[in-house]
């Protein structure tokens, strides 16, 4: 929401007020502004003085109002002229002696300006680097207060902003690095292209956690909308600097067992966005999934299927993107050996449902491709040759921008197959005749829900568009069934018992 200061003065005796719902923090701006403007050898108007913050029922929290109330006094004696701010946005923190402070999230708050069709905006010095990306926008840095009179006098000119100045990081774990893990490397292959979500069963060292890295290396770079949403994010939570100013590529967060709910959904007082959010228009990675509380991991379940999250917080509601791939890792038993070979797992099927169950169903149904990780042998690593990554990348960029096109030519709103509902499924994909039937049996074999039903045709479309078929082939399915590893072999009736047999 924007804020504008008015400033009025009236003949009497001094007095400074601040109305319009103003929080403790704003409340507090008094004491800071008067200092920094007389530590900067002005002078304050003379009467009563009154500023209002409009619209008056919002309340307004943070310390980065300073800037504003102190320009708006600025003006009312004189010092500057009164039309110099008109359509700017001021943002900035005063301390005593009159040097502005940098303010978090900076950067969403000036997206924000520029949709309401503000260009201008005044902002701490120390923040520049943050909105430097931003195309079309005016930034008039200020390191003091009185730079504002410079300002007013026309002795600055502004900085411009251009995101093609910013390149694209790199320097993450290649998967043309790492050697075997054909099947594994395939279905990131796959997951990156039509943003499946992946679940990899493995020991401990069979090589998951690189393979989860290793995705960063193949996926497409942040369209530019995307590129100012992730960044507002990370503005929002102080996480830019002079190294990171932007977030070029799609962000990859690893959480750790003992993550709280709010950490990783987000909420607090303010609300400071979670693992969730960071992880927009990228990949959310848990690694030991089956160590992390279970309620903890449900609470994905919304924000997964709406691509944003509701976080409340007193008076309001505020919503956050949460568009992220999941990646999960986990030991398949307790011992983590039963998919190296069952001569080396120790444990009873009990303890192996005892593992598995603790992924519940419903967010199992939200993964479309579970893949076994087994350690590779000193014949698969020696004869692999693997293929550039950034081969594989070009083939994760055709197929999502097939698949942009074919969706947008129904008039439908999403980017890949797998934030697609049944119908639009149908509507966009199209299956030969064996594939239909084999997608039939499957579901009826497998037992599967409506929603991994609708997964699998997803992922099947994915594997056609990489396969270069225009309607999914028999084998195309056959392949998307093969990574219902969960459904097909470790869970289901008897099956662990089966499996460790
Ligand atoms: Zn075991």
Known sequence: MLTSVETFITPGIREFSIIGLAGASVKESKNRVCAAIKNSGLELPKGRITVNLAPSDVRKEGTGFDIAIAAGLMSASGIIEAETFNNFVLIGELSLDGMVKNVAGIFSMCVFAQKNGISDVVIPEGNVNEVLCLDGLRIWPVKRLDDLTAIS???????????????????????????????????????????????????????????????????????????????????????????QPVIREPPFREVHTGVTKTALIGGGRPVVPGEISLSHRGVLFLDEATEIERAVIDSLRQPMDLGEVTVSRVGHIEKLPSDFMLICAMNPCRCGNLLEGPEKCTCTPKMINHTLEKISKPILDRIDIHIPVKTPGYAEIKSDAPEPAETIRKRVCAVRGLQQEKIA?????????????????????????????????????????????????????????????????????????????????LFGEGGAAENAA
């Open 153 to 243: 006098k026309r002795e600055k000119t502004p900085l411009s902003g251009s995101l093609s100045d910013f390149c694209a990081q790199d320097g993450f774990l290649s998967v043309a690095e790492i050697k075997g893990h054909k099947t594994a490397k395939r279905a990131i292959e796959i997951a990156a292209a039509g943003k499946h979500n992946l679940l990899m069963l493995g020991a401990v060292g069979s090589g998951k956690t690189m393979l989860a890295h290793s995705i960063r290396s193949i996926m497409p770079p942040l369209e530019k909308q995307d590129v100012y949403d992730v960044t507002s994010v990370y503005s929002l939570c102080g996480l830019l600097n002079e190294e």
């Open 409 to 489: 030519l129904k008039g439908l709103k999403h980017h890949t197959y797998s934030r697609l509902g049944s119908e639009e499924l149908n509507t966009v994909l199209e299956f030969e005749r064996g594939s239909e039937g084999l997608l039939m049996r499957s579901a009826e074999y497998l037992s599967l829900s409506i929603r991994a039903y609708n997964k699998l045709k997803a992922l099947a479309g994915t594997i056609a568009d990489l396969n270069g078929h225009a309607k999914v082939t028999e084998g195309d399915m056959a392949e998307a069934v093969q990574y219902r590893m969960i459904d097909r072999r």
